[in-house]
């Protein structure tokens, strides 16, 4: 298995889709000027940090999950620097159809999973301070966002990662479809919540 990883237009990806939401999600919710670019730059380089690794554990979660046989899972990649990549080796897919359809699905399975479980957390944002409700809207919106168009748009326009295996091996329909789904429903959530920031709220 090949991830997309990092390339000159993941990072206008990242700006897009992780570092001005958060930063208008801030702004929204009264953080001053000095206090926002500390918090932006702490809440991205988490989000950094979380990126590949989440993605990886993903993959490891599907091999277990599905059955498959395994001989070795690694779920935090060998080197960040694969993370900055055009692509980095991942195990191969191993079982049936459908077991291996699990495997390369599972990351983007637990981002609308982490979707949802923001969603959720943000019943309470009257109680969560500005940069925890960053930090929630940073780990379950914004990455899985990322993760998802970062990782679509190499299989649809560079022919790599998971979802050119998920184009050639499964109804290619249904992938774009759901595909696309989560997509808007992640950019709905977020614009959900950074629309009704407010300060103190």
């Avoid at 498959?68 to 690694?74: E, F």
């Avoid at 914004?142 to 184009?167: E, I, K, M, P």
């Amino acid at each position: 298995m090949v991830e997309a990883g990092m390339t000159a237009g993941s990072w206008v990806m990242a700006l897009i889709f992780v570092v001005i939401p958060l930063a208008a999600y801030l702004w929204r919710r009264g953080t001053g000027p000095g206090k926002m670019v500390v918090f932006c730059g702490v809440l991205t380089a988490l989000w950094y940090v979380s990126q590949s690794t989440i993605h990886a554990a993903s993959h490891a979660f599907g091999y277990v999950a599905s059955g498959a046989p395994v001989a070795s899972l690694q779920a935090v990649p060998d080197s960040w620097e694969g993370f900055f990549a055009a692509g980095a080796p991942g195990p191969g897919l191993t079982g049936t159809h459908w077991q291996r359809f699990l495997q390369l699905a599972a990351p983007f399975l637990i981002d609308g999973a982490l979707l949802l479980l923001g969603s959720w957390l943000f019943q309470w944002r009257h109680t969560i301070s500005p940069f925890a409700g960053g930090l929630i809207l940073t780990l379950t919106c914004l990455r899985s966002v990322f993760d998802l168009v970062n990782s679509y748009a190499a299989g649809v326009l560079r022919g790599t990662g998971d979802f050119q295996q998920l184009f050639t091996g499964y109804p290619t329909l249904v992938v774009h479809a759901v595909t696309l789904v989560l997509i808007l429903l992640g950019l709905f959530l977020t614009w959900s919540e950074v629309g009704s920031a407010r300060p103190g709220a």
